[in-house]
Each structure stands twice: as structure tokens, then as C-alpha cells.
């Protein structure tokens, strides 16, 4: 109900702007005039007007423009709306009349005008689609192909571009009048290079494609200049990317042109379009010998970066192509351009990724894996000491993580490494990509207490931005072992706005200990009441959160954490302010969750000795009633936190809904699985699980997965084994606090 009153609401509006528009569109003032057709615009690209408002504009719009004699820039001003809006009308509806829209706009065509006939051409051609099939625009476009005015000549260009593209009749009967008009010599170099540009779509049919490539192969010998040359390959290139059959023989004529052309521009362009080709014919082998040969000989640094563009697509589909070239990539790490250091680090990479993966590569790939962390640490050293570019730093970055994943021995060293490189650094941007890398690397190998202390040091020292200070967070907070003797930043040195950011990173990462007392500061600190109540709040649910971490141990712990989520569900709600309805719902679901999980622990260990108990069928039945209750009410939280995560939330508050939904979700798949014996529960509901929390790097994905990965045995085992084996399961699901 409340949705049909939003769309009677904008029907409503969309009625009085139509009606407002018109008005000022039968206006004497041409000011008037011009913000009525803008305003005529914002109703068409408004996606919630009626189909029947925006039929009516556009008739409007198409009868002011045919009227409007003497003002071209009215039917400018109207052909930028349609150039707008043009392509995203639907005109299957019955609602949309666009045979009198064209009926409107082609009348114009027969005007004196020749600069109206060509705002006219382009205004056709906003509407692909609608014209595809009209023979009438058809010949009005051949026709204007004739004309010995420029303006015209090249709107007609344009709009046989569009009509080339879309309508296979029209191609093919405009194929020999382009031809024609590019051996003439009366049309300029400018206007025939837009004229090859048509040949692009010419794909309809096998013969329209050879007939295109023959025509452009005659006219490069014909005009032999760059600009031709240029076109004609870009041109050919995505032709033959249509027809795919095509591609071998443009490859063979695009290697032949970078061999046999000096001309750098010549060269650069058949690569780059060599390269392009490669990712849609990736089945295509040709001898890699040239090109090994092109990058040692050439002297220019843009005909190295295309070669090596197209090594960096081979290494990503056939690697092995690559191997006699690696010593060459090799020494091109420490060439003096930083993109030719960067694209020959990221072919390594990729080729260690590929000897990584065969058995019999295996000694290759540990040497790759050796020298290639400590060539990227040094090329990053000189990057940092100098000029950077900050895409070279980002892809450096990136290839050290890919090789330090492949090969984990060698993380604790270019950890270290890193680390000393952060003082060095002259810009913000330099420390993120360090920091991104850093945090990757110390999931694989904890940070020592030697470098948790630089970084506490290094935290307080620098002047940096929140992004910089959540990247700081996050590398700090990768768990560590001993987590007591973690070495905090003092409060007193660092600003309320870096306290909060490492503590709500604290949260996401599970350490609410460390968070709870940051907290609690901050609320005493904040002039704002409603900043103070807010931390007051983020203060009691990690306490909560706390005490969950230790209920295995103290089991009377779940009572004092609900009643610090209680205390901060009643502080949250007296908040009157918008933005806290996320808060409220979240911590609502997480007390019921957390009161499931807790009763259907406990009544499985009162129930554990007659939970399989065959001789007695009504207390068994009974069980079971108990347990199918439990599994209803959590399904319902399972529902309702998918029915939050469907509004429009940050990043984090999505994170944290998923994880939770997830667990959830998992408790419902083991007692509906394990206990209720339920098989779809253990295949289907697990793998859809599992698919879902793959992606997931947070620690309670991983936990799920883990415990996903053992159901399949345990429901193997006996009666009375598999309830202990699920009684322990619950005790480490209560252990994964998340908030």
C-alpha cells in the first residue's frame, strides 16, 4: 500500500511538471523556452513517469522542433535531450507513438536549412532502434551523404554510423556508396576517416565483412598517411572481432605492419590492437619469436610497453608460450620506466602462478618465489625514495601479495622489509598501498611484538587522514598471539577521530576488550549528547561481547552480557535522531539470537541421554516438537536480518549483517540436519551456505566453513556421539562473538 501511494505521489508530480513545462514552452521569451525543453528533459530521464507523460513530451518536444523556423538552437537544445534519453525509451509500449515522432522530426528534413537537416540527422539517430527498420530515413541519410555542406555531410556520417550498427539492410546498401565516396577525392581526410570508421559494423554477413576488408585494404594503399593507417587498423580490428573467423589473418597483417612500418605511432597501435585481439581469441597461437626480438631491439619505450602489454594477456592464457622469454622479461624489471617495471612484474607473477600450479615446475617456481619478493622490495625502495607513480606502487604492491600467498615462507622477511619502508614514504597514498600489503602479509605471519610497537609509534607520529588511520587499524589489529601485551596507542596523543576509527576496527575484528575502555573515554570526551550516548552504547556491547568470549568458561556470563545489550537497546532507543533505526533493529535481533542459541545449547545437554532414546517414541516425539519450535524462531532472525541487509547500508553494517544471517543460519542447518535428520539440511542449505561465506575473509566465515566441512561425518556417527559432537559445536559457536 504505502508503495502505491509513492507511485501516485510521482505520477502526480510528473502530471504538474508537464504541465508547468508547457506552459513555458508556449512562452514569446525564448528563456522560457529553453528551460522548458530542460525541464521536459529531467521528466524523461525520470524513470518513475508514467509512459503516457513521456509519449507526451516527446510528441511536444518533436512539434516545437519541426515549428521552430529560424532557431536552430532550440532544435539543438531538443536534440541533447534526445541524444539524452534517447536510447533508454522502451517504444514496444503501446503507450509510445514513435511513428508520429519520426513523422514529426523527418518533416523537417525537407527544410532549406542544410545546419536543420543536420540537427535533424542527429536527432534521428538518438533513436537507433525506432529507425532501424524505416527506409524512408534510410534514403533520407544516403541522400544527405551527397550534400556539399559540412555540417550536414558529417551528421549524415554520424547517422549512418548508428544505422550501420543496427540494421543489417541499410549496411549492406550503403557498403559501395562508401567505397565510392573514399576514392573521391573531393571529401576531405577528416570526413574519410570518419567514413572508415562505418566499416566497424559491418558484420552482418560473411560477405559484407570480406567486402569491408577489401575496400580497407585498398584505400590504406591509396592513402598511406598515419591518420589512415591508424583507422584503418582500429577499424579492421573491431570488425574481425565480430566475425572472430577473421582474426588470425588481421593478427598476420598487424604483426607485418609493427615488422615492416617504422613509424613508432604505426607500431604502438597493431599491438595494442594485437593485444585485443588476444582476449577474444585466446584459442589463437602465433609465434612469440618477433616480439621477442621487437622488445630487445627497439629503442622506444611506448613499442616495450605494447609488447609487453600483449605478454601480460599470454601469461594470463598460455603462460607456457612464455618461458623461453622469462630471462628477457627478467631484465627488464629494473628498466628506467616505471610502467615497464610494472607490467614485467606482473608477467613474473603470473608465470610463477602458472609453474606454481604443475608438479614438475615446482623447482622453477621456487626460485621465482625467491628472487622476485626481494627484486619487488627493491623496485618499491627506489620508487619511494624518488618520483612515484601511484598505479606502478599499487601493482607492485599487489604482486607481492599474489607471490608471498604462493609462497608463505618468505612473508615474515618482506613483512620486515615493508615495514622499514614507512618512514620513508613522502605521500599518503605510498603508505595505503604499504599498509594494504602489510595487513595481507601479517594474516600469514603475526606481527612480533618489536613491530606491533613501531607501529604503535609510527600511528601517533604521523599526520594522516581516516583512510589512513583505518588501514593502521586494520594491520595492527590482524591477530596476533598474546593478545594482553598488545601494545595500544596512548589515548592522550591521539585525536578522537583516530581512538574511534581504531576501536570500531577493534569491533569488526573481534577485539571488544581493547574497544570497550577506547569507548568509554571517548563518551566522557564528546561535547555532543548524542555522540556521548552513542559511544555509552558501543561501550556496553562490547562489554557484552566480552562476556561471550568467556562463556565456555563461566557459563553465567550469557546473563550479564544480555543485560549489557539490553542497556544499550534502551540508551539507543532514546535516541530521537534519524540514522539509528539500523542500531535499534540490529541489536533487537541480536538479543534473540543469542537467546535461541543459548536455550537450544541448554536443552540439548538436559536432554542429552533420551535425545536418541528409540524405546521411548512419545518423548522422542517431543523432543523433536521442542527443537522444531527452537528452529522456527531462528529462521525468523535469519529472515529478518536478509530483510535488513536489503536496505540501503554502508559497507560495515552490511559485513556485520551477513556474518550474522550466516551464523544463523548455520545453527538452523545443524539441529535441522544433525538432530531432525533432515538430509536436504545437510546437502542443499550447507552448500548454499558454504557458497555464500566463501568470499568472506572474516573470521567467523571461516569458522562456519570449518564446521560446514565436519557435518558430513558427524552425521555418520551414532546417536549419542553426535550430540556430543553438536554440543561441542554450539560451545564454539557461542565462542565467535561478533557485534
Given at each position: 500500500?504505502?508503495?502505491?501511494?509513492?507511485?501516485?505521489?510521482?505520477?502526480?508530480?510528473?502530471?504538474?511538471?508537464l504541465?508547468?513545462?508547457?506552459?513555458?514552452?508556449?512562452?514569446?521569451?525564448?528563456?522560457?523556452?529553453?528551460?522548458?525543453?530542460?525541464?521536459?528533459?529531467?521528466?524523461?530521464?525520470?524513470?518513475?513517469?508514467?509512459?503516457?507523460?513521456?509519449?507526451?513530451?516527446?510528441?511536444?518536444?518533436?512539434?516545437?522542433?519541426?515549428?521552430?523556423?529560424?532557431?536552430?538552437?532550440?532544435?539543438?537544445?531538443?536534440?541533447?535531450?534526445?541524444?539524452?534519453?534517447?536510447?533508454?525509451?522502451?517504444?514496444?509500449?503501446?503507450?509510445?507513438?514513435?511513428?508520429?515522432?519520426?513523422?514529426?522530426?523527418?518533416?523537417?528534413?525537407?527544410?532549406?536549412?542544410?545546419?536543420?537537416?543536420?540537427?535533424t540527422?542527429?536527432?534521428?539517430?538518438s533513436?537507433?532502434?525506432?529507425?532501424?527498420?524505416?527506409?524512408?530515413?534510410?534514403?533520407?541519410?544516403?541522400?544527405?551523404?551527397?550534400?556539399?555542406?559540412?555540417?550536414e555531410?558529417?551528421?549524415?556520417?554520424?547517422?549512418?554510423?548508428?544505422?550501420?550498427?543496427?540494421?543489417?539492410?541499410?549496411?549492406?546498401?550503403?557498403?559501395?556508396?562508401?567505397?565510392?565516396?573514399?576514392?573521391?577525392?573531393?571529401?576531405?581526410?577528416?570526413?574519410?576517416?570518419?567514413?572508415?570508421?562505418?566499416?566497424?559494423?559491418?558484420?552482418?554477413?560473411?560477405?559484407?565483412?570480406?567486402?569491408?576488408?577489401?575496400?580497407?585494404?585498398?584505400?590504406?594503399?591509396?592513402?598511406?598517411?598515419?591518420?589512415?593507417?591508424?583507422?584503418?587498423?582500429?577499424?579492421?580490428?573491431?570488425?574481425?572481432?565480430?566475425?572472430?573467423?577473421?582474426?588470425?589473418?588481421?593478427?598476420?597483417?598487424?604483426?607485418?605492419?609493427?615488422?615492416?612500418?617504422s613509424?613508432?605511432?604505426?607500431?604502438?597501435?597493431?599491438?595494442?590492437?594485437?593485444?585485443?585481439?588476444?582476449?577474444?581469441?585466446?584459442?589463437?597461437?602465433?609465434?612469440?619469436?618477433?616480439?621477442?626480438?621487437?622488445?630487445?631491439?627497439?629503442?622506444?619505450?611506448?613499442?616495450?610497453?605494447?609488447?609487453?602489454?600483449?605478454?601480460?594477456?599470454?601469461?594470463?592464457?598460455?603462460?607456457?608460450?612464455?618461458?623461453?622469454?622469462?630471462?628477457?622479461?627478467?631484465?627488464?624489471?629494473?628498466?628506467?620506466?616505471?610502467?615497464?617495471?610494472?607490467?614485467?612484474?606482473?608477467?613474473?607473477?603470473?608465470?610463477?602462478?602458472?609453474?606454481?600450479?604443475?608438479?614438475?615446475?615446482?623447482?622453477?617456481?621456487?626460485?621465482?618465489?625467491?628472487?622476485?619478493?626481494?627484486?619487488?622490495?627493491?623496485?618499491?625502495?627506489?620508487l619511494?625514495?624518488?618520483?612515484?607513480?601511484?598505479?606502478?606502487?599499487?601493482?607492485?604492491?599487489?604482486?607481492?601479495?599474489?607471490?608471498?600467498?604462493?609462497?608463505?615462507?618468505?612473508?615474515?622477511?618482506?613483512?620486515?622489509?615493508?615495514?622499514?619502508?614507512?618512514?620513508?614514504?613522502?605521500?599518503?597514498?605510498?603508505?595505503?598501498?604499504?599498509?594494504?600489503?602489510?595487513?595481507?602479509?601479517?594474516?600469514?605471519?603475526?606481527?612480533?611484538?618489536?613491530?606491533?610497537?613501531?607501529?604503535?609509534?609510527?600511528?601517533?607520529?604521523?599526520?594522516?587522514?581516516?583512510?589512513?588511520?583505518?588501514?593502521?587499524?586494520?594491520?595492527?589489529?590482524?591477530?596476533?598471539?598474546?593478545?594482553?601485551?598488545?601494545?595500544?596507542?596512548?589515548?592522550d596523543?591521539?585525536?578522537?577521530?583516530?581512538?574511534?576509527?581504531?576501536?570500531?576496527?577493534?569491533?569488526?575484528?573481534?577485539?571488544?576488550?581493547?574497544?570497550?575502555?577506547?569507548?568509554?573515554?571517548?563518551?566522557?570526551?564528546?561535547?555532543?549528547?548524542?555522540?556521548?550516548?552513542?559511544?555509552?552504547?558501543?561501550?556496553?556491547?562490547?562489554?557484552?561481547?566480552?562476556?561471550?568470549?568467556?562463556?565456555?568458561?563461566?557459563?553465567?556470563?550469557?546473563?550479564?552480557?544480555?543485560?549489557?545489550l539490553?542497556?544499550?537497546?534502551?540508551?539507543?532507543?532514546?535516541?530521537?535522531?534519524?540514522?539509528?533505526?539500523?542500531?535499534?533493529?540490529?541489536?533487537k535481533?541480536?538479543?534473540?539470537f543469542?537467546?535461541?542459541?543459548?536455550?537450544?545449547?541448554?536443552?540439548?545437554?538436559?536432554?542429552?541421554?533420551?535425545?536418541?532414546?528409540?524405546?521411548?517414541?512419545?518423548?522422542?516425539?517431543l523432543?523433536?516438537?521442542?527443537l522444531?519450535?527452537?528452529?522456527?524462531?531462528?529462521a525468523?532472525?535469519?529472515?529478518?536480518?536478509?530483510?535488513?541487509?536489503?536496505?540501503?547500508?554502508?559497507?560495515?553494517?552490511?559485513?556485520?549483517?551477513?556474518?550474522?544471517?550466516?551464523?544463523?543460519?548455520?545453527?538452523h542447518?545443524?539441529?535441522?540436519?544433525?538432530?531432525?535428520?533432515?538430509?536436504?539440511?545437510?546437502?542443499?542449505?550447507?552448500?548454499?551456505?558454504?557458497?555464500?561465506?566463501?568470499?568472506?575473509?572474516?573470521?567467523?566465515?571461516?569458522?562456519?566453513?570449518?564446521?560446514?566441512?565436519t557435518?558430513?561425518?558427524?552425521?555418520?556417527l551414532?546417536?549419542?556421539?553426535?550430540a556430543?559432537?553438536?554440543?561441542?559445536?554450539?560451545?564454539?559457536?557461542?565462542e565467535?562473538?561478533?557485534?
Amino acid at each position: 500500500e504505502v508503495e502505491v501511494v509513492k507511485m501516485k505521489e510521482e505520477e502526480s508530480k510528473s502530471f504538474q511538471s508537464l504541465a508547468a513545462a508547457d506552459k513555458a514552452l508556449r512562452s514569446s521569451h525564448h528563456g522560457d523556452q529553453c528551460e522548458a525543453i530542460l525541464l521536459f528533459g529531467n521528466i524523461l530521464s525520470n524513470r518513475s513517469s508514467p509512459l503516457i507523460v513521456k509519449n507526451t513530451v516527446l510528441l511536444k518536444l518533436a512539434d516545437f522542433f519541426r515549428m521552430s523556423n529560424n532557431s536552430n538552437y532550440m532544435r539543438y537544445l531538443i536534440l541533447e535531450v534526445f541524444k539524452q534519453v534517447g536510447s533508454t525509451i522502451d517504444f514496444t509500449d503501446a503507450a509510445m507513438n514513435g511513428a508520429e515522432l519520426l513523422r514529426r522530426l523527418n518533416s523537417v528534413m525537407f527544410s532549406n536549412d542544410p545546419v536543420a537537416r543536420a540537427i535533424t540527422l542527429r536527432s534521428l539517430a538518438s533513436f537507433p532502434k525506432l529507425i532501424e527498420d524505416k527506409l524512408q530515413i534510410h534514403d533520407g541519410v544516403r541522400s544527405s551523404l551527397g550534400s556539399l555542406h559540412t555540417e550536414e555531410l558529417d551528421a549524415a556520417i554520424a547517422a549512418a554510423d548508428v544505422l550501420a550498427q543496427y540494421s543489417k539492410v541499410f549496411a549492406e546498401g550503403i557498403l559501395d556508396r562508401v567505397a565510392v565516396m573514399l576514392e573521391s577525392d573531393s571529401i576531405s581526410a577528416s570526413m574519410n576517416i570518419k567514413l572508415l570508421r562505418i566499416f566497424r559494423h559491418m558484420h552482418h554477413t560473411p560477405a559484407t565483412t570480406l567486402t569491408s576488408r577489401r575496400i580497407c585494404h585498398r584505400v590504406l594503399k591509396m592513402f598511406p598517411q598515419i591518420s589512415y593507417t591508424l583507422a584503418i587498423q582500429s577499424t579492421l580490428t573491431t570488425l574481425v572481432s565480430r566475425s572472430l573467423i577473421d582474426i588470425p589473418d588481421h593478427i598476420g597483417m598487424l604483426l607485418k605492419s609493427a615488422e615492416e612500418d617504422s613509424r613508432t605511432r604505426v607500431k604502438v597501435n597493431a599491438l595494442k590492437n594485437i593485444k585485443n585481439l588476444i582476449r577474444l581469441a585466446p584459442h589463437h597461437e602465433f609465434s612469440l619469436k618477433f616480439l621477442g626480438n621487437l622488445l630487445t631491439s627497439s629503442y622506444s619505450n611506448s613499442v616495450k610497453i605494447a609488447v609487453l602489454g600483449i605478454f601480460k594477456e599470454i601469461s594470463t592464457i598460455r603462460p607456457f608460450n612464455l618461458q623461453e622469454h622469462g630471462a628477457l622479461i627478467e631484465s627488464l624489471m629494473f628498466h628506467e620506466n616505471q610502467e615497464i617495471q610494472s607490467i614485467s612484474v606482473e608477467i613474473l607473477t603470473n608465470l610463477d602462478n602458472s609453474n606454481f600450479q604443475l608438479e614438475n615446475q615446482l623447482e622453477n617456481s621456487s626460485r621465482v618465489g625467491r628472487f622476485l619478493p626481494s627484486s619487488i622490495c627493491i623496485l618499491i625502495s627506489q620508487l619511494i625514495s624518488g618520483t612515484s607513480q601511484d598505479s606502478t606502487l599499487e601493482n607492485l604492491t599487489k604482486c607481492l601479495t599474489r607471490i608471498c600467498k604462493r609462497h608463505p615462507e618468505n612473508s615474515r622477511e618482506i613483512l620486515l622489509t615493508l615495514l622499514t619502508f614507512l618512514d620513508t614514504c613522502q605521500k599518503e597514498s605510498e603508505i595505503i598501498y604499504l599498509l594494504r600489503c602489510i595487513c595481507t602479509l601479517a594474516s600469514q605471519s603475526p606481527l612480533t611484538e618489536n613491530s606491533l610497537n613501531f607501529l604503535s609509534k609510527f600511528f601517533t607520529s604521523v599526520s594522516a587522514t581516516p583512510k589512513t588511520n583505518l588501514w593502521l587499524s586494520r594491520v595492527m589489529l590482524t591477530p596476533v598471539p598474546n593478545f594482553p601485551t598488545f601494545p595500544m596507542p596512548s589515548m592522550d596523543v591521539l585525536t578522537c577521530n583516530t581512538a574511534y576509527t581504531f576501536a570500531t576496527t577493534g569491533i569488526i575484528r573481534g577485539y571488544h576488550r581493547m574497544s570497550a575502555p577506547i569507548f568509554q573515554q571517548l563518551a566522557v570526551k564528546v561535547s555532543n549528547e548524542l555522540n556521548s550516548t552513542w559511544l555509552t552504547c558501543l561501550t556496553e556491547i562490547c562489554q557484552a561481547e566480552t562476556l561471550l568470549l568467556d562463556l565456555a568458561k563461566s557459563p553465567g556470563n550469557f546473563a550479564s552480557a544480555l543485560n549489557h545489550l539490553s542497556d544499550a537497546y534502551i540508551r539507543i532507543g532514546s535516541i530521537s535522531e534519524r540514522g539509528f533505526d539500523f542500531q535499534k533493529s540490529f541489536l533487537k535481533l541480536r538479543r534473540r539470537f543469542l537467546s535461541e542459541v543459548f536455550f537450544i545449547q541448554n536443552f540439548l545437554n538436559e536432554i542429552s541421554t533420551e535425545l536418541h532414546n528409540r524405546k521411548s517414541d512419545e518423548s522422542h516425539q517431543l523432543i523433536l516438537g521442542t527443537l522444531l519450535l527452537f528452529l522456527e524462531e531462528l529462521a525468523s532472525v535469519s529472515k529478518e536480518f536478509e530483510n535488513m541487509n536489503k536496505k540501503k547500508l554502508d559497507k560495515i553494517s552490511s559485513q556485520i549483517l551477513l556474518e550474522s544471517q550466516s551464523l544463523a543460519s548455520l545453527v538452523h542447518v545443524i539441529v535441522n540436519g544433525l538432530l531432525i535428520r533432515n538430509q536436504n539440511a545437510l546437502g542443499t542449505d550447507s552448500l548454499n551456505l558454504k557458497i555464500h561465506l566463501k568470499n568472506s575473509d572474516h573470521f567467523i566465515s571461516k569458522k562456519c566453513v570449518e564446521i560446514i566441512d565436519t557435518l558430513p561425518e558427524i552425521s555418520s556417527l551414532d546417536p549419542r556421539t553426535t550430540a556430543m559432537e553438536i554440543r561441542r559445536i554450539f560451545a564454539e559457536l557461542m565462542e565467535c562473538s561478533f557485534c
